[in-house]
């Protein structure tokens, strides 16, 4: 059974720092392509991040370049992002996904507010 867990979301102040994980299980970690989505309250859901296998590839969302680093450690099938200079509108639930199925985990709180 695939089993995506995301963790490390809280509450930051506007340009505070937070480190999400996402702990995988059930499926070849190491071949799949992963991302990160986000769903703000009252909107849709917003890709943020892909990562490819290796860890070399790494693609952002304008909204959040420059500012989050996408990562992942393979032999421990875990998915990362480094939030940094948060602000108020990356307030939001935070998935890690399967690129290949679109599959999700129950994801992680994350508030920016003071």
């Known amino acids: 059974e695939v089993q995506l867990v995301e963790s490390g979301g809280g509450l930051v102040q506007p340009g505070g720092s937070l480190t999400l994980s996402c702990a995988t299980s059930?499926?070849?970690?190491?071949?799949?392509?992963m991302s990160w989505v986000r769903q703000a309250p009252g909107k849709g859901l917003e890709w943020v991040s892909t990562?490819?296998?290796?860890?070399?590839?790494?693609h952002y969302s304008e909204a959040v370049k420059g500012r989050f680093a996408i990562s992942r450690d393979n032999p421990k099938n875990t998915l990362y992002l480094q939030m940094s200079s948060l602000k108020p509108d990356g307030t939001a639930v935070y998935y890690c996904?399967?690129?290949?199925?679109?599959?999700r985990g129950q994801g992680t709180q994350v508030t920016v507010s003071s």
């Open positions: 990562i490819g296998r290796s860890g070399i590839y790494k």
């Open positions: 059930g499926f070849n970690f190491s071949s799949a392509v």
């Open positions: 996904q399967m690129v290949t199925t679109q599959q």
